[in-house]
């Protein structure tokens, strides 16, 4: 069988600053195959973007620094590439699009010129091809008036448009991997359905895997096949998108589905909210990073940290009452 | 008689490329102990006409009348009282808050303002801070050294420093992480069951207004298309905008996710600065014929109960 797309195995970022050295991304593990959708979810501070900008190697060295693990792309490590490999690999095997497309862009230069970039970089194509293969690319994203659009600079464009426009720069080489760092955060509910709908496709076209960082469970149940869920920079859950919203084992799962009001529900219901906040990375609890918001917690959830186990096939959670079942 | 009563409510903005009409034409009446939703998508003139019945951007014409007073034409001292009645919250409370200023001093201000002892004061701020659910200590401390959830706690104990009647909350959970996006919404529903105060809900977010919302106003390029209650908007919406919405909303159970039909509404907004004539929506609209490009839609009665302007809802 071949290998997947996407392996990351282990990965460890450390940040080091002068209040000390944070765990950032602590021992993450995940593999995504061809046509897949794994959703990274958890709120902020838990370390999801943190694990997307370590997989592209796009970390500021200081202070964040990989200290240890593997990211095989297509069965390759490119975890100790010199800088000018991983240059020639980002935007070639791996894609990434960002929450705010405005800042992805180039203000002064048009749309054209930014994705005729891309292509001249990665691809054999000429000035020419690379002018036709820009305005396909923005057709392809079903960009209104696309021929025009080519001409334009960013801030004539809505922010639906910008985000098509990083899409097509991002597939352009059509990337084995494309990461999505909450893609449709800063847009309109409609313009989020209408982005949403255009990254399946592409992806049903293509057969890219896909990771989709996101801290809306909704936008998790309409995309993803598979979601690992973080906490305090590490994996405490995975499982396939029906077991996990069916039957969450992580109490932090639980409590993020808790307090997700879900629509058509009896009016009375008080919404079950997590107590507390997420902690600051210096300041982790021993023990289980969860246990002083945790309904479960045990005695041993304070001293001893859970580590992930397989209570069913497919499924993995780092928790001792869910193991005590 | 309605706490809030909207009539006709315009607010323009002078822009050096032409007047947008940010609210054009909205009525629409807020009862005692209610929560009434106002969502649409940005650039939709929700937050606009929030901030017009707090007399925060200036009203062009209509009528805002708070119990029984019509505020519109009042201007400086003469809202004092008024203020007393409606208060707001907003999307960011880092943004709201005074950052010199200690927590303390920012929630006591409306009641410096409103000619209150320092005695009665501190006594009150005790109360506030209990409610909303911070420590004693935090009166001293200083806005950065919250979380962005505590700096929402902190908003409202100001706003409900003076016992309003009212409070519009714009977006007041947007800016926040799902956990503690819950932990704010059961405060606000706990605060109106304590204390039956009423909230105008401004936000973008449909599963957090179907949640808390009594009632519920849809706005589009500055009008509203369709008011009803919560359960008239969800199970039997009657514009095609408001259906459009809600199908767009992403629902957080991967089987009913799945199982739904989407029709992925096309377009985008159009620019306020150049509305379509007649219906505002029928740039977009699945259903449009040639009338909805000439004559503007009223809202009407549905048989369902709801108010949608739609001619062929």
């Known amino acids: 069988m071949a290998a997947p797309p996407l392996e990351v195995q282990d990965l460890r970022t450390t940040l080091f600053t002068r209040r000390g050295e944070m765990k950032a991304v602590d021992g993450l593990s995940l593999s995504v195959g061809a046509g897949e959708t794994v ?8 370390g999801k973007s943190l694990s997307a900008l370590s997989i592209m190697r796009l970390l500021p060295d200081p202070p964040a620094r990989i200290v240890g693990g593997a990211v095989k792309l297509n069965g390759r490590d490119v975890i100790a590439l010199p800088e000018d ?106 313009v989020q ?75 009375a219901a008080r919404l079950a909210d997590i107590p507390g906040m997420v902690p600051p990375l210096n300041a982790l609890p021993q023990g289980c990073a969860f246990a002083p918001r945790c309904p479960r917690a045990m005695e041993r959830c304070r001293t001893e940290r859970p580590t992930l186990t397989a209570p069913a096939p497919g499924c993995l959670v780092a928790c001792f009452a869910a193991e005590a079942g | 008689m309605s706490l809030l009563s909207l009539k006709d409510v315009r607010v323009h903005f002078n822009t050096a490329n032409g007047v947008v009409r940010a609210v054009s034409g909205v009525s629409l009446d807020l009862a005692v102990g209610e929560t009434l939703g106002l969502v649409g998508e940005s650039g939709c003139g929700k937050s606009t006409l929030g901030k017009a019945i707090m007399k925060l951007v200036p009203v062009a014409a209509g009528e805002i009348v708070v119990e029984g007073e019509n505020i519109a034409p009042l201007q400086g001292a003469a809202l004092a009282g008024m203020r007393r009645k409606v208060q707001m919250i907003f999307q960011d409370p880092y943004g709201s808050l005074n950052p010199r200023s200690t927590v303390g001093r920012s929630i006591a201000q409306p009641m410096v303002l409103a000619g209150w002892t320092p005695d009665a004061i501190a006594e009150r701020l005790e109360t506030l801070l209990g409610w909303v659910g911070l420590p004693g200590d935090a009166r001293q401390r200083y806005p950065h050294e919250f979380s962005g959830g505590q700096r929402q706690r902190i908003g409202i104990a100001r706003a409900l420093a003076l016992s309003p009647k009212l409070i519009i909350c714009d977006e007041p959970v947007s800016a926040l992480d799902v956990s503690v996006r819950a932990q704010v919404i059961n405060l606000l529903e706990d605060l109106k069951s304590r204390f039956g105060v009423s909230y105008l809900f401004i936000s973008h977010d449909l599963s957090v207004v179907e949640h808390i919302a009594d009632r519920v106003a849809v706005m589009y390029l500055g009008m509203l298309v369709e008011i009803g209650g919560r359960d008239q908007i969800w199970r039997t919406p009657q514009h095609p905008y408001t259906k459009a919405l809600l199908a767009a909303a992403p629902i957080a159970n991967p089987k009913i996710a799945r199982s739904r039909k989407r029709t992925v509404l096309q377009g985008e907004l159009p620019s306020p600065l150049d509305p379509p004539p007649g219906c505002p929506f029928h740039s977009r609209c699945p259903i449009a014929e040639d009338r909805c490009k000439v004559e503007k839609p009223a809202l009407r009665s549905m048989a369902n109960g709801a108010e949608a302007a739609c001619h062929f809802a």
């Not at chain 1, 906490?231 to 069916?246: H, I, M, N, P, S």
């Open chain 1, 39 to 46: 959703a990274l979810v958890g709120e902020s501070g838990c």
């Open chain 1, 85 to 190: 490999g991983m240059l020639d690999i980002r935007g070639r095997e791996i894609g990434m699009i960002f929450q705010d497309p405005m800042s992805s862009l180039n203000p002064v230069a048009t749309v054209e010129k930014q994705i005729v970039e891309v292509l001249m970089t990665h691809t054999e194509l000429g000035r020419g091809q690379a002018r036709a293969r820009a305005h396909e690319l923005l057709e392809l994203v079903g960009m209104p008036d696309a021929a025009r659009r080519l001409d334009a600079y960013p801030h004539q464009l809505s922010g639906g448009m910008c985000q098509r426009v990083v899409i097509a720069m991002a597939i352009a080489c059509s990337p084995s991997v494309l990461i999505a760092d909450e893609p449709t955060t800063a847009l309109d509910v409609t």
């Open chain 1, 193 to 267: 359905a209408q982005v949403l709908a255009l990254l399946k496709k592409l992806q049903a076209d293509s057969g890219m895997a896909m990771i989709f960082i996101t801290h809306d469970l909704g936008v998790v149940a309409e995309t993803a096949d598979r979601v690992v869920v973080m906490y305090a920079g590490r994996k405490v859950e995975e499982a396939t998108v029906d077991d996990l919203f069916e039957a969450p084992l992580h109490p932090y799962t639980a409590g993020l589905i808790g307090a997700t009001p879900t629509p058509g529900a009896e009016r």
